[in-house]
Nanobody, 115 residues
Framework: QVQLVESGGGLVQAGGSLRLSCVASGSISRIYAMGWYRQAPGKQRVSVARITNDGRTDYVYSVKGRFTISRDNAKNTVYLQMNSLKPEDTADYYC?????????WGQGTQVTVSS
């Protein structure tokens, strides 16, 4: 089992920045990738960014060049640095961990970008 706890969401004006953090605990050694999903009101949950144990990253097209995913293995933490935020980035953001052929989820953190 893996437990994930997110933090760092909040309200920011368009053009601003936020950094989300996610601390993993439990069966950490079995994690082979972590990432962030988001779900806007009335929309499906979608992948935003992913990072593997060897540091490979992937981003959804709409955030490329603005968001950066990184991880600190010593702290069992993954980050999502979000710059140049837009109102369309408003959503609940969820941290995920892939381990044992399943995906674990955090409880989510809300990000609101005002225009």
């Amino acid at each position: 089992q893996v437990q994930l706890v997110e933090s760092g969401g909040g309200l920011v004006q368009a053009g601003g920045s936020l950094r989300l953090s996610c601390v993993a605990s439990g069966s950490i050694s079995r994690i082979y990738a972590m990432g962030w999903y988001r779900q806007a009101p009335g929309k499906q949950r979608v992948s935003v960014a992913r990072i593997t144990n060897d540091g490979r990253t992937d981003y959804v097209y709409s955030v490329k060049g603005r968001f950066t995913i990184s991880r600190d293995n010593a702290k069992n933490t993954v980050y999502l640095q979000m710059n140049s935020l837009k109102p369309e980035d408003t959503a609940d953001y969820y941290c995920t961990a892939e381990a044992d052929s399943r995906r674990y989820w955090g409880q989510g953190t809300q990000v609101t970008v005002s225009s």
